[in-house]
């Protein structure tokens, strides 16, 4: 079984949990979002393969596209 990843999306202050595959979370959830900040900044990776190159990533390409209102963290799994 894959490893699951559940990322925080915050904007405009609300809260919002996604949960799954890296492949999941790069290509169904977030793919819009990384390819936008890749094609402003190639530096900026579409198939990210960790959690946490996955967040930076994604703030990366919130940055870029003038998005400031949103941000990334990864959830901390116990």
């Known amino acids: ?3 699951e990843y559940t990322i925080i999306s915050w904007h405009h202050n609300r809260k919002t ?6 492949e999941y979370l790069t290509t169904r959830v977030f793919g819009y979002t990384l390819e ?3 094609s402003w900044n190639n530096k900026i990776p579409e ?3 960790t959690g946490k190159s996955l967040v930076k990533a994604l703030n990366d390409s ?3 596209c ?3 209102f949103d941000y990334y963290e ?5």
């Open 36 to 38: 936008c900040g890749h």
């Open 74 to 78: 990864l959830k901390e799994t116990s």
């Open 17 to 22: 949990e996604y949960t799954g595959t890296m």
């Open 62 to 64: 919130a940055r870029e």
């Open 1 to 3: 079984m894959a490893k």
């Open 66 to 68: 003038n998005r400031y």
């Open 47 to 49: 198939n990210p393969k």
